[in-house]
């Protein structure tokens, strides 16, 4: 489901319609320097009290004040104790009862692509026609140049997919590029693949695994599917530079705030004109100008084998990327390995054949040689990497090539991390304690809802169908887990907010549903607590942040979010419902519709 990661060199060269973006460290103002080490002025320059403090860390991980000075957690405690560190100067403010807890802290997402993806018009619609209606009535709304949407979903369609019979209908004379929920599919009307000079005689880009749908007499029905054939297609319609990318990332970064996201781990930028170096270093160039309100661990992404096999070539370029875009909040430093596709169209590698397909088990792009090379070359070289995989042959096979890479390079500090993992084989489960691997889950693809128990089942068939997402058998080996939405992709809700997660993470419900079905096994299901620490500390801990944030504990950076609602007191089906009113990243408030009270200074 993940997929910006796959969206190589389809776009425009950085500098298409401006200039590139700078890849050197930008340099702190004196201004912000002094902001982020505190003044010489001892006291605290935030107290928060008369709430709930959750910090996550600890055997009693509650308290009841924090103080902060400059960009870092100077006191949590005792109210008593914390308002000691008040002066005259100080903010304090009255959380009038409400929770205060460390900034959300996102293990794999996509912010760049969802801010381009999610331009047009919403197509998490119930029905096929839904979505007519709304490409129709967009189509009206905007009535020049190309018709763009996301969010379709594969189960309004049957087994061949949507055609463009049906956008032509509705939408006739204008090129239309509609993506799917999951990121890496495209429902596009005749005009555009026109434009694109694509028909029966254009190859497929990577047969079997991207390529268009072709119906009996073998013309394009206007699916296309996987990011090859997707992005030339977008290529040729509509193509986004790196200043367009800047302009949309910005706008969407208000919403990143009010969510109370304060870290991301950014699972693959769009390689505009094939540089993901140039595009990563956007990031750069918010935080410079003090709009970035998140902190960004960067990933260089690997796609498919080098030419020459070089997997030293990759690495010379991730150390390229690494050294040129760094500063204090924004830095590349995993290398992500796209380890298959998706279930949905039958490119994630299973270990079974596709119970609805039994002559297919899907595929990886690198062999099994090829995988234990560059795991082993990248872990010999200290890089952590993080593997996309839904299939779970591509699970244990990157399971195996790590616990090859730690026998032969010996014991150091590992991160490396396995995503999305929609089934793990029971033998394999207990192996991500074993080698300390991190297991990277999307809690919002966590519910009974129509794909999975439609799409996901036809494609698994019994007894697999019913041992999906299971989170909690690797907690109960002792292994760690982290939460991250990968927004945009999804199977069926696409969302960007931490809580949204939560909530089906605890329910395995669709979301604000008490009566909807539990998806099988109901016992998967996580704690509060546990949820929240998976997407915080638990997280924290795989981008090798858990020192800095992840928690509210002293010395710790100042990320810190306040809620309106208790969400360890209320009914989970509620806790979407939970508003982020106050945002703190780095000892700044980013983001605050709290209406806070402030106490007399102290």
């Not at 079997?208 to 990011?227: H, I, K, M, N, W």
């Not at 769009?270 to 750069?284: H, N, S």
């Not at 419900?509 to 009566?515: C, K, R, S, V, W």
């Not at 609602?565 to 408030?589: C, N, Q, S, W, Y």
């Amino acid at each position: 489901m993940c997929t910006a990661c796959e969206w190589a060199p389809h776009f425009t060269r950085p500098d298409a319609d401006g200039p590139a973006p700078t890849r050197k460290p930008p340099r702190r103002s004196p201004e912000a320097t002094a902001h982020r080490t505190g003044s010489a002025d001892a006291h605290a320059d935030f107290v928060f009290t008369n709430g709930r403090v959750h910090t996550v860390a600890g055997a009693s991980p509650w308290a009841e004040a924090v103080a902060v000075r400059g960009n870092t957690i100077t006191h949590v405690g005792r109210t008593a104790e914390v308002l000691s560190a008040a002066g005259p100067r100080t903010r304090v403010i009255d959380l009038g009862g409400r929770l205060l807890m460390p900034g959300f802290v996102e293990g794999h997402t996509h912010p760049m692509l969802g801010a381009f993806l999610s331009h047009g018009v919403d197509l998490q619609v119930p029905t096929k026609d839904d979505a007519l209606a709304a490409i129709a009535a967009h189509a009206e709304q905007h009535p020049e140049g190309v018709v763009r949407g996301f969010g379709w979903r594969v189960d309004m369609f049957g087994p061949d997919g949507p055609s463009r019979a049906d956008l032509d209908r509705v939408l006739p004379d204008r090129p239309g590029l509609f993506f799917a929920i999951d990121a890496h599919s495209m429902w596009a009307n005749t005009a555009a693949l026109q434009m694109a000079g694509i028909d029966r005689d254009t190859p497929d880009p990577v047969p079997g695994f991207s390529y268009f749908q072709r119906d009996a007499d073998g013309e394009p029905t206007g699916y296309v599917l996987e990011v090859n054939a997707v992005l030339g297609l977008v290529d040729a319609v509509e193509p986004i530079s790196a200043p367009g990318m800047r302009r949309m990332l910005e706008g969407w970064l208000p919403a990143a705030a009010a969510a109370g996201i304060t870290t991301v781990f950014d699972a693959g930028v769009p390689p505009v004109g094939g540089d993901q170096a140039a595009m990563i270093a956007l990031y750069a160039d918010l935080d410079e100008a003090g709009a970035l309100p998140f902190r960004v661990v960067a990933s260089y992404a690997i796609k498919s084998p080098p030419p020459g096999g070089r997997f030293e070539d990759v690495l010379a370029q991730f150390r390229a990327a690494r050294d040129s875009v760094g500063t204090d909040l924004v830095n590349v430093d995993v290398l992500k390995i796209v380890g298959d596709g998706t279930q949905g169209g039958y490119t994630a590698w299973l270990i079974e054949p596709y119970a609805d397909r039994p002559d297919s088990t899907g595929s990886s792009p690198f062999t099994e040689e090829q995988w234990h090379e560059m795991i082993g070359l990248f872990d010999a070289a200290g890089v952590n990497v993080h593997v996309h995989a839904c299939g779970e042959c591509t699970a244990r096979v990157a399971l195996d090539a790590i616990e090859r890479a730690v026998a032969v390079n010996g014991p150091r500090d590992r991160r490396h991390t396995i995503a999305h993992l929609v089934f793990v084989d029971d033998a394999d489960a207990a192996r991500f304690a074993e080698l300390g691997v991190v297991a990277q889950f999307s809690a919002n693809w966590f519910s009974a809802d129509p794909d999975t128990v439609q799409n996901m089942a036809a494609r698994y068939g019994s007894p697999r169908k019913d041992h999906l997402y299971r989170a909690r058998d690797i907690l109960r080996a002792g292994g760690r887990i982290s939460l991250g939405t990968d927004w945009p992709a999804a199977g069926y809700f696409s969302t960007h907010k931490p809580l949204d997660a939560i909530e089906i993470a605890v329910t395995r419900q669709l979301i604000g549903d008490a009566h909807a079905p539990v998806l099988s096994p109901a016992d998967q299901r996580l704690s509060v607590a546990e949820a929240v620490h998976a997407n915080t500390l638990g997280a924290a801990y795989q981008l090798r942040l858990d020192d800095v944030v992840g928690s509210v504990e002293v010395g710790k950076r100042a990320d810190l979010i306040v809620l309106d609602t208790d969400i360890f007191k209320i009914d989970p089906h509620d806790i979407h419902t939970a508003e982020v009113v106050l945002t703190m990243m780095d000892g700044r408030i980013r983001h605050d519709t709290s209406r806070v009270s402030d106490a007399a200074p102290r």
